[in-house]
């Protein structure tokens, strides 16, 4: 439709049936109704056409009515209306713009529930047959939050001199403007079951095989030193200033094992 090449109401009637084939193979889906749309953005010569795909959910609402009853009084009556359109009160939860072929990208996508339910994949990958692109800041987000993430998993499994090992490794990799996924998986000072589980992570999370590391967002991510631990601890500082001065594996009879660290801070005031 864009291009030109398929009628506005043909390529609309085409979308709704391929939509409503998928909703009828997956009874986990809700039914909806399409909304298919034509826009323009830019200014001048820079516009172009965008089409904008909307699955709208119906919902019920209630509807007050009043009738007169057969003595003459007028009485309400509530009556429940089921398939009824969202208002303009209510949260988007499924949304396409689709560009001209050309551009940087092919479309901006809304889904609220792709990273919570996996049937919800049926809206980006089955009906738009659609890739998730990352820009470089976001994929740097991702390779980072990925790796820590494992870094924290497997720490009971590593000594300090490993945990701290891995951790500088990641720090240190977030200095480089590429980072091959494969390779730096191989390369990381760990033995080959504990590599697997971060292949695996990466696999899922950072779509592909490489990250160009965007600068801004590296320095910004380092820039602070973060901590958690149980029941909700969170220890967040400036990596100019190390504040932990010890950090001691305990085992002690009757207790749960765990971790004694020794923070010195010139002030310390509980917020509330």
């Not at 699955?55 to 009556?79: A, L």
């Not at 001209?100 to 479309?107: A, R």
């Not at 996508?109 to 047959?129: G, P, Y």
């Not at 899922?204 to 973060?226: C, F, I, K, S, W």
């Amino acid at each position: 439709m864009l291009s030109g090449q398929a009628d506005f109401v043909d390529g609309s009637r085409q979308l709704a049936r391929r939509l409503h084939d998928i909703l009828r193979g997956d009874g986990r889906i809700s039914p909806g109704d399409l909304v298919v749309g034509l826009y323009h953005t830019g200014v001048g010569e820079a516009a172009f056409p965008c089409l904008v795909l909307i699955k709208m959910n119906p919902g019920e609402v209630f509807r007050q009515d009043y009738v007169q009853g057969e003595d003459g009084r007028h009485r309400m009556k509530i009556t429940l209306l089921d398939q009824v359109l969202p208002t303009e009160r209510e949260r988007l939860q499924k949304c396409a713009c689709i560009r001209h072929t050309g551009q940087e990208y092919d479309m901006i996508l809304l889904d609220r529930q792709i990273r919570s339910q996996a049937v919800a994949r049926f809206f980006t990958e089955d009906f738009l047959k659609a890739r998730l692109a990352l820009d470089d800041g976001q994929r740097t987000i991702r390779f980072y939050d990925c790796v820590t993430g494992c870094h924290d998993a497997i720490r009971e499994r590593l000594t300090s001199e490993e945990y701290e090992e891995v951790r500088m490794y990641i720090r240190h990799s977030m200095r480089r403007p590429t980072l091959d996924l494969a390779q730096w998986a191989d390369e990381l000072p760990l033995a080959d079951p504990l590599k697997a589980e971060f292949r695996r992570a990466l696999e899922m999370e950072v779509v592909d095989g490489g990250v160009e590391v965007d600068r801004a967002t590296a320095t910004r991510l380092l820039r602070n030193h973060q901590y958690l631990g149980s029941h909700g601890l969170k220890v967040q500082f400036d990596e100019r200033f190390n504040l932990i001065r010890e950090e001691k594996r305990v085992e002690r009879p009757g207790e749960v094992p765990g971790w004694e660290i020794t923070l010195f801070t010139e002030t310390w005031v509980q917020k509330c």
